[in-house]
């Protein structure tokens, strides 16, 4: 699975970015598609994840602010992010799972930059 991610920029609090996410190869294997970020001098957290294009999950930072969607017809996931607060500030990475348990497998897109800042 190779996923291919865009979206990222500066914002003025307040405002909205949206990410997106393209997957290739193996799709049919996927079971769930997620984004995380990563602040400088943080731990890589977990945003939202949508799992068998059904199930959605949102970090308490995320809720009523951001939404997660897949596209099967585009094979992408996007992260539509709105309120933007300046610590939503960080490295933005999508995330595919294939597999369960002892057979899940991880892949990542390349980090894509959100800086909320006036």
């Known amino acids: 699975v190779q996923l291919q991610a865009s979206g990222g920029g500066l914002v003025q609090p307040g405002g909205s970015l949206r990410l997106s996410c393209a997957a290739s190869?193996?799709?049919?294997?996927?079971?769930?598609m997620a984004w995380y970020r990563q602040a400088p001098g943080n731990e890589r957290e977990l945003v939202a994840s949508?799992?068998?294009?059904?199930?959605?999950y949102y970090a308490d930072s995320a809720k009523g602010r951001f939404t997660i969607s897949w596209d099967n017809a585009k094979n992408t996931v996007e992260l539509r992010m709105n309120s933007l607060k300046p610590e939503d500030t960080a490295v933005y990475y999508c995330?595919?799972?294939?597999?369960w348990g002892r057979g899940r497998e991880d892949y990542w897109g390349q980090g894509t930059q959100v800086t909320v800042s006036s």
């Open positions: 995330a595919a799972q294939t597999g």
């Open positions: 949508i799992i068998s294009g059904a199930s959605i």
């Open positions: 190869g193996s799709i049919l294997s996927i079971n769930t």
